[in-house]
């Protein structure tokens, strides 16, 4: 997942990553928890760094220190 932050990634950018298969509407909202579970996990250890882009959106990217 933090290889895939070298550019800016929302947590709907990550899922297509973690999940393979199509997800129905029910599907997704529990695979959008999953995702920002992990980015936040990723946030608050240092890996990441947090921003929140124009259109209001958050976005995750790779720290430069890790």
């Known amino acids: 997942m ?3 932050c070298v550019t800016p ?3 709907m950018d990550i899922v297509p ?3 393979k298969r199509a ?3 029910h599907q997704l909202s529990f ?3 999953e995702a920002l579970a992990h980015l936040h ?3 608050a250890d240092g890996t990441l ?3 929140v882009d124009e259109a209001g959106n958050i976005q995750f990217e790779r720290a430069f220190d890790k």
């Open 9 to 11: 990634q929302s947590a």
């Open 17 to 19: 990553l973690m999940f």
């Open 31 to 33: 695979a959008l928890g």
């Open 41 to 43: 996990l990723l946030w």
């Open 49 to 51: 760094s947090r921003r």
């Open 23 to 25: 997800l129905d509407a």
């Open 2 to 4: 933090a290889a895939a």
